[in-house]
């Protein structure tokens, strides 16, 4: 074979290895199969450029570097340390720092003045302490790295605010557990080049005034943040906005009158997870609001816990907007919301609190609808609707039922992983590493149960 496509084979057995850890590391065992295998692999520094180990930084010369550390599991001895990388930060492409067990201080402090020029994504998942961002003149000041990082574009990040990188390059950017000022919400949204935020807090403060984020086409927020949805519906204008997704949301008070001015022409889905907004009439209006700044999505995502009535919310609210109806009010469309483009619903919700009644209602309010997706028990459910609706004249039935998987029969386990419905066309850093417990996937109760 050429040594190309070894190169390629050994670096995708190296990359597995790194999901379920063999004994030995897979460049070690490949480097003791024979003389040929040996003379190739220490031939090639990719295979030496994702450990800390001394040898592995003598033999990945100067190919660019992928490191993780878990300092909680990692012990120093005479293998060398993490600080051997100081001297090659000026290759380190990837950074990852884990440790819950407040040992990432020490780490981070040999980065105060650090230059990282080829540093393209970092994660660091540290200890977190409440009460660090409270001030409401907080702003993101760097405090590693003041050495530059110019072509960083991921960032996942979870620690004190004294570990901060510089931002101003970044694209993604994955926010959790935190508490977040006015000031640094505005700052996150007026970066030049974010494309995708998502930010799973305990508190934040929305600023009053309007902001724009032009380059943003994918945003999630969710834990503790739930008057967050409703400022950046009400607040926000992101003309490149592709997904959105919101979780644990709820209203208070009455929409502006401006909210019918503010959409969003790009965005295609809307996912809804575990809102706090209840059937009641004070929310009618903000639910009138949020589908008429999304009133082009194709797709919509409702993934509610037992007995949630965000669903009869929604079909009440899409009835009020229908031509006809007296109470729909005159800000908002003139066409119906998600009536001529919703082609796709996910119903991750349980199958008894969906009635033969609510199928006919969204079918009535959704024409378009070609496909819905949701749990076996679901399906079956409007599979007999759709059988005893068929002589109903002028019903639309979707022209697909598919199924995500038996989600109510088993416990999501790591050792069988289904697809998540959610996080959905969102733009994932280092796959082995973000991937790991994502909030926003979890809270899908009947994905993950």
């Known amino acids: 074979l050429p040594n190309e496509i070894f190169d390629l084979i050994f670096r995708l057995v190296q990359r597995n290895g790194w999901i379920d850890p063999p004994p030995l590391p897979a460049e070690v065992t490949l480097s003791h199969v024979c003389r040929h295998w040996r003379r190739f692999t220490l031939a ?46 000026h290759r380190v492409r ?17 980065l105060v003045e650090a230059s990282a020029p080829l540093l393209e994504a970092l994660t660091i998942r540290g200890e977190w302490q409440p009460g660090l961002m409270e001030s409401t003149d907080s702003k993101w000041s760097p405090q590693i790295f003041t050495g530059g990082t110019p072509s960083l574009k991921y960032l996942r990040f979870d620690d004190k605010p004294f570990s901060q990188p510089p931002i101003q390059s970044i694209v993604h950017l994955r926010l959790e557990e935190e508490e977040f000022s006015p000031s640094m919400l505005r700052e996150f949204l007026s970066l030049p080049y974010l494309q995708t935020l ?14 724009e984020s032009k380059t943003l086409k994918h945003f999630r927020c969710g834990g503790g943040l739930r008057q967050l949805a409703q400022f950046f519906l009400s607040h926000v204008s992101a003309p490149s906005l592709e997904t959105l997704t919101f979780h644990s949301f709820d209203f208070e008070g009455s929409p502006p009158s401006w909210i019918a001015t503010i959409g969003f022409p790009s965005l295609h889905t809307l996912a809804l997870v575990c809102p706090e907004t209840a059937d009641t009439p004070q929310h009618i209006p903000w639910l009138w609001g949020l589908m008429t700044t999304t009133q082009n999505i194709k797709k919509l995502v409702l993934s509610l816990s037992p007995r949630d009535d965000l669903l009869n919310a929604f079909l009440d609210a899409l009835y009020g907007l229908s031509p006809g109806h007296e109470e729909s ?27 033969i009644g609510d199928y006919i209602r ?80 979890f809270a899908c109760v009947y994905n993950t149960k």
Request: net charge negative.
């Open 44 to 89: 090639l520094p990719s295979l030496w450029s994702v450990f800390r180990y001394d040898v592995y930084l003598e033999r990945s010369k100067q190919h660019p570097l992928e490191l993780c550390f878990d300092l909680d599991l990692f012990e120093e001895g005479p293998r060398g340390d993490w600080s051997d990388i100081i001297p090659h930060l």
């Open 329 to 355: 009010p005159g800000i908002y469309a003139a066409s119906t919301p998600w009536s001529d483009t919703l082609e796709e619903l996910i119903l991750d919700m349980a199958s008894t609190d969906f009635e």
């Open 94 to 110: 990837e950074l990852h720092v884990l440790s819950f067990k407040d040992k990432i201080d020490k780490f981070l402090s040999k």
């Open 198 to 211: 998502s930010i799973w807090g305990t508190f934040v403060t929305v600023p009053l005034e309007m902001m």
């Open 362 to 441: 969204l079918t009535d309010c959704l024409p378009k609808l070609a496909l819905i997706r949701a749990t076996p028990a679901m399906k079956h459910n409007i599979d007999l609707f759709a059988d005893l609706g068929r002589q109903a004249p002028g019903l639309h039935r979707p022209a697909e039922v598919q199924c995500i998987g038996d989600v109510e029969s088993f416990a999501r386990t790591p050792q069988r992983e289904e697809k998540p419905i959610l996080p959905l066309y969102w733009t994932l850093g280092p796959d082995w590493i973000d991937g790991e417990w994502d909030p926003f996937h």
